[in-house]
């Protein structure tokens, strides 16, 4: 029942401190999770892949995330330093159906604050859970490390429940992902991040 | 839950997120601050369900158990007698279980006086977020973190 009440409770933040003030109060929320979730260790990329497989990460608290493998991401020297990461759907599509479906339309709040996140600050959000996501996954990444190294995450393309796509045109860049590809996973994922070890040289970084 | 099969299951990560939404709420505004944003929440969301309407005391007691009413969208109620109802989980115990298990024990809200947060407490309006939502803007906007 909460997370339908939430729509409500934004539309009464909205109120009191407007689009940009419940924005940084969801970032905020994403900072403090996060420094609640403990540090984690991995050996090396395949330990990590095989932890988020069996849901044993931090990340693991958003639902089914499914690394893709096939998608690694090398430095200049040709090393692998990073992999794409995927959700089927996205964690806040059962609350919209939840919502409509107890209260008939989702609340206009929602669409105030992604388009506040997606003017002032990055162009990907499909819903306003996405402005805490992102908070929580860059700020989580930071506790984990794979072969020594902090983690960076970088949210690259999102679909909400409607169909609309979001691609981060500079998160793509960096970590050297065609757009094209993008476009190809949003057929079948609605949300796709990368992971990358901190201060890594990407090959092809633009 | 009656409602569970014809609503599908929430992301325990939204639920948790929201707790902690609130739980930040209550770090701004107080207990007193947040009751009054919940009892506000609760107006809201119930202003916003739709109406309904029954012929018979019956027909709405029926629509009661097989979770057609909006009063059993969240949670199974069971009649014990025509007026009685019961209702055998809180809607809210699988985000405390989620919270509990993937977050730990729950924060420590602290105690505000009414007016250190700059409005009444008790008139039944919540208080103003805007100025603490503004002087958090140079910790915790974007560009000031680094990558």
Redesign the interface.
């Given at each position: 029942m909460i997370d339908v009440a939430l729509a409500s409770l934004i539309e009464d933040m909205i109120e009191k401190a407007g689009a940009d003030g419940v924005v940084e109060f969801w970032q905020r929320v994403g900072d403090n999770l996060a420094s609640r979730m403990g540090k984690e260790a991995y050996l090396g990329w395949t330990s990590f892949n095989v932890a988020v497989r069996e849901a044993r990460t931090a990340f693991s608290i958003e639902g089914d995330v499914t690394p893709l493998t096939d998608m690694a991401i090398t430095d200049v020297d040709g090393d692998v330093v990073g992999y794409l990461y995927a959700m089927r759907q996205c964690c806040y599509v059962p609350t919209i159906f939840r919502t409509r479906f107890a209260v008939g339309r989702m609340s206009p709040a929602d669409k105030a604050v992604t388009d506040e996140y997606n003017e002032n600050v990055h162009n990907i959000a499909v819903c306003n859970f996405c402005v805490f996501h992102e908070r929580f996954r860059e700020e989580i990444a930071k506790n984990i490390s794979v072969s020594g190294n902090s983690l960076a995450c970088f949210l690259l393309a999102t679909r909400g429940w409607s169909g609309e796509t979001k691609i981060s045109s500079k998160n793509v860049a960096q970590v050297n992902i065609n757009e094209d590809h993008m476009r190809a996973l949003l057929r079948n994922y609605e949300c796709v991040y990368a992971l990358v070890m901190r201060g890594a040289r990407i090959k092809g970084e633009r | 839950m009656a409602s569970e099969s014809?609503?599908?299951?929430?992301?325990?990560?939204?639920?948790?997120?929201?707790?902690?939404?609130?739980?930040?709420?209550a770090t701004k505004v107080g207990i007193a601050g947040l009751n009054n944003?919940l009892v506000?929440?609760?107006k809201?969301?119930a202003g916003?369900?739709?109406k309904e309407e029954y012929t018979t005391w019956s027909e709405f007691l029926s629509a009661l158990s097989t979770g057609q009413s909006?009063l059993s969208?969240?949670?199974e109620v069971r009649p014990i007698t025509d007026h009685c109802m019961s209702t055998f989980h809180s809607?809210?115990e699988r985000?405390w279980r989620e919270y509990a298990k993937?977050?730990?024990a729950f924060a420590p809200v602290p105690i505000l006086r009414s007016s250190a947060v700059g409005g009444s407490t008790r008139s039944g309006s919540?208080?103003?977020?805007?100025s603490?939502?503004?002087s958090?803007?140079t910790t915790?906007?974007?560009s000031d973190?680094p990558?």
């Open positions: - | 014809r609503m599908p299951e929430s992301n325990p990560f939204v639920e948790i997120a929201t707790h902690l939404f609130l739980e930040d709420i944003y506000s929440l609760a809201n969301l916003s369900m739709p909006i969208t969240f949670e809607p809210f985000g993937r977050v730990g919540a208080p103003s977020l805007r603490t939502a503004r958090r803007n915790i906007t974007r973190r990558l």
